[in-house]
C-alpha cells in the first residue's frame, strides 16, 4: 500500500469519526438546556468533516494535495478524542437527566403519599367518627329507655344502632383495603369464579339497607357464569358499587345487576335508576389525587373511597372500568375484566 493509500484511508475514518461527533453533538441539544450551542458545534463539525473529503477526493482522483500522512493521523487523533469526549459529556447530561425524572418520580410518590395519609386521617377524623357518634348517641337513648321501662322505641333505636355499626364496618373495610393497596400489601390471585355466588353474598350483607329503602335488586346472571378474578377484589368492586347504588338509589327504586361474556372479556353490569352523576364527578372517580363524596336520597354519608378502590382493583385485572351516567335518571355502571 502507497502512501497516498495510508493518507486516504486515515482521511476516510477521520471523517467518519468527525461525523459521528457531529451526529452526537446533535443529540444534546434534547437533553440540555445549551441547546443553540450544540447545534452550532454540530454544524461546525460537520462542515470540518467536509472540509477534510477534499483532499479525500484529491488523493483519489490523483491530484496533487497538500497534506501528510503524520498530519492526517494527528487529525485522526484529534477527530477520535472529540468523539469521545462528545460521548463522554452526552452520558453524563443523560444520566443527570435520568436523576432529575427519578427525583420528580420520587416527589411525585411523596406527593401522592402524603395526600393518601391526609385523606385517611380526614375520614379517621370526620367520617369514622360520625358513625360511631350515633351508636352512642342511640346506644344510650336505647339504655335510659330500657332503664325506665319504655319500650315502644326500642327497636327504631336498635335499628339505627344496627345501620351505624354497618356503616363503620363498611368504611373500616375500604379504609384497610386502600391503605394495603397504596402500601403495596395487597395480594392478588385470580381464579374462576362463579359469579353469581359473589353477587348473592354482596346482596345478603346489604339487605338491611335495601330493606330499609324498599329496593328491588333484579339479578339477571346465570349459575355456571365465571369470571376470572381474585375473589377478596371482585367482592370489594361489587359490594362497593351496588352499596353505592342503594345509596343513590331513592326509595322503592330498582337496581339491576347483570352480565354479559365476550371474546376476550367477562362483563359485570350494574345499572340503578338514582340521582345519576355529571362528568365532573365520575372524571373524580379516575382522579386518584381528588377525593369527594356526597350524601345519599336518605342522608346517607360517605367517604369518597369506594368507587376508587372499584377503580384500582379493576386496574390490577387490566380490565375497565365503564361509566354512563345521567343527572336525574341513573348509573350504569360496566366492569370488564379479561378472560382466562
Not at 325506665?148 to 354497618?166: G, H, P
Not at 391503605?179 to 346482596?203: H, M, N, T
Not at 368492586?237 to 371474546?263: H, L, M, Q
Not at 354512563?324 to 379479561?338: I, M, N
Request: charged share 20%; aromatic share 8%; hydrophobic share 45%.
Amino acid at each position: 500500500m502507497n502512501s497516498d493509500s495510508l493518507i486516504a484511508s486515515v482521511l476516510l475514518v477521520s471523517v467518519a469519526a468527525q461525523l459521528a461527533t457531529a451526529i452526537v453533538a446533535f443529540t444534546l441539544f434534547k437533553v440540555t438546556n445549551h441547546r443553540y450551542f450544540w447545534v452550532i458545534i454540530s454544524f461546525a463539525l460537520a462542515l470540518m468533516s467536509i472540509r477534510r473529503i477534499i483532499p479525500l477526493f484529491n488523493i483519489m482522483s490523483g491530484e496533487e494535495h497538500f497534506t501528510s500522512f503524520s498530519n492526517e493521523v494527528i487529525g485522526l487523533f484529534i477527530s477520535i478524542l472529540m468523539l469521545v469526549g462528545v460521548i463522554g459529556i452526552r452520558k453524563i447530561f443523560i444520566d443527570k437527566v435520568k436523576q432529575q425524572i427519578e427525583l420528580i418520580k420520587a416527589k411525585e410518590l411523596i406527593e401522592e403519599s402524603d395526600n393518601t395519609k391526609n385523606k385517611l386521617f380526614s375520614v379517621i377524623s370526620h367520617d369514622l367518627r360520625s358513625p360511631y357518634n350515633a351508636l352512642l348517641g342511640f346506644s344510650n337513648l336505647l339504655l335510659d329507655d330500657v332503664k325506665q321501662s319504655k319500650y315502644d322505641q326500642v327497636s327504631l333505636y336498635a335499628e339505627n344502632i344496627n345501620n351505624a355499626a354497618r356503616n363503620s364496618f363498611n368504611l373500616l373495610n375500604n379504609l384497610l383495603n386502600y391503605s394495603r393497596f397504596k402500601l403495596g400489601r395487597l395480594e392478588y390471585y385470580p381464579q374462576a369464579k362463579l359469579l353469581k355466588d359473589i353477587v348473592d353474598s354482596v346482596i345478603i350483607s346489604e339487605n338491611l339497607s335495601i330493606h330499609n329503602k324498599n329496593q328491588r335488586i333484579i339479578i339477571g346472571i346465570p349459575d355456571n357464569f365465571e369470571v376470572f378474578a381474585d375473589e377478596f377484589m371482585l367482592e370489594t368492586i361489587i359490594r362497593n358499587i351496588i352499596s353505592n347504588a342503594i345509596k343513590f338509589t331513592p326509595n322503592d327504586g330498582e337496581i339491576e345487576v347483570g352480565c354479559e361474556k365476550t371474546d376476550d372479556y367477562s362483563i359485570i353490569i350494574i345499572n340503578d335508576h338514582g340521582v345519576g352523576m355529571d362528568k365532573s364527578e365520575i372524571d373524580n372517580i379516575f382522579d386518584s389525587n381528588n377525593y369527594h363524596t356526597k350524601s345519599g336520597t336518605n342522608k346517607e354519608k360517605g367517604s369518597g373511597l369506594g368507587l376508587k378502590i372499584v377503580k384500582e382493583f379493576v386496574d390490577i385485572h387490566n380490565g375497565s372500568l365503564l361509566i354512563d351516567s345521567k343527572l336525574g335518571e341513573g348509573t350504569k355502571f360496566g366492569v370488564l375484566l379479561p378472560n382466562a
